[in-house]
């Protein structure tokens, strides 16, 4: 199995930026397909962005494409999801998840099998 922990959170204005890392252990194959996901207060956990094992392929949810970007370093076990133009809608718990796949994209958290415990990221207006 594998670990996941996200660590990158935090408050910031809107118009601001965060990068989110998510560092991997345990069985860190490069053969991980990766993404991001976050959950507000009252709301269900949502989709943002995700990244195939190659790093090739990217999916995003139409509130963020444009503004954040995910990427992945397997040398590094690491995945980054960089955000620019936050805005105070983007509050919420974001969650880094990882499942078995190669060239494959996945959106749904009913696809991935690993998960992190949540960072914070808070954005003020």
């Known amino acids: 199995q594998v670990q996941l922990v996200e660590s990158g959170g935090g408050v910031v204005q809107a118009g601001g930026s965060l990068r989110l890392s998510c560092a991997a252990s345990?069985?860190?194959?490069?053969?991980?397909?990766k993404g991001w996901f976050r959950q507000a207060p009252g709301k269900e956990r949502e989709f943002v962005a995700s990244?195939?094992?190659?790093?090739?392929?990217?999916a995003y949810a139409d509130s963020v494409r444009g503004r954040f970007t995910i990427s992945r370093d397997n040398a590094k076990s690491t995945m980054w999801l960089q955000m620019n133009s936050l805005k105070p809608e983007d509050t919420a718990v974001y969650y880094c998840a990882a499942r078995v796949g190669y060239y494959a994209i996945y959106t749904a958290p009913a696809d991935f099998n690993a998960w992190g415990q949540g960072t914070q990221v808070t954005v003020s207006s």
């Open positions: 345990g069985r860190t194959l490069s053969v991980w397909a």
């Open positions: 990244i195939d094992a190659t790093g090739g392929n990217t």
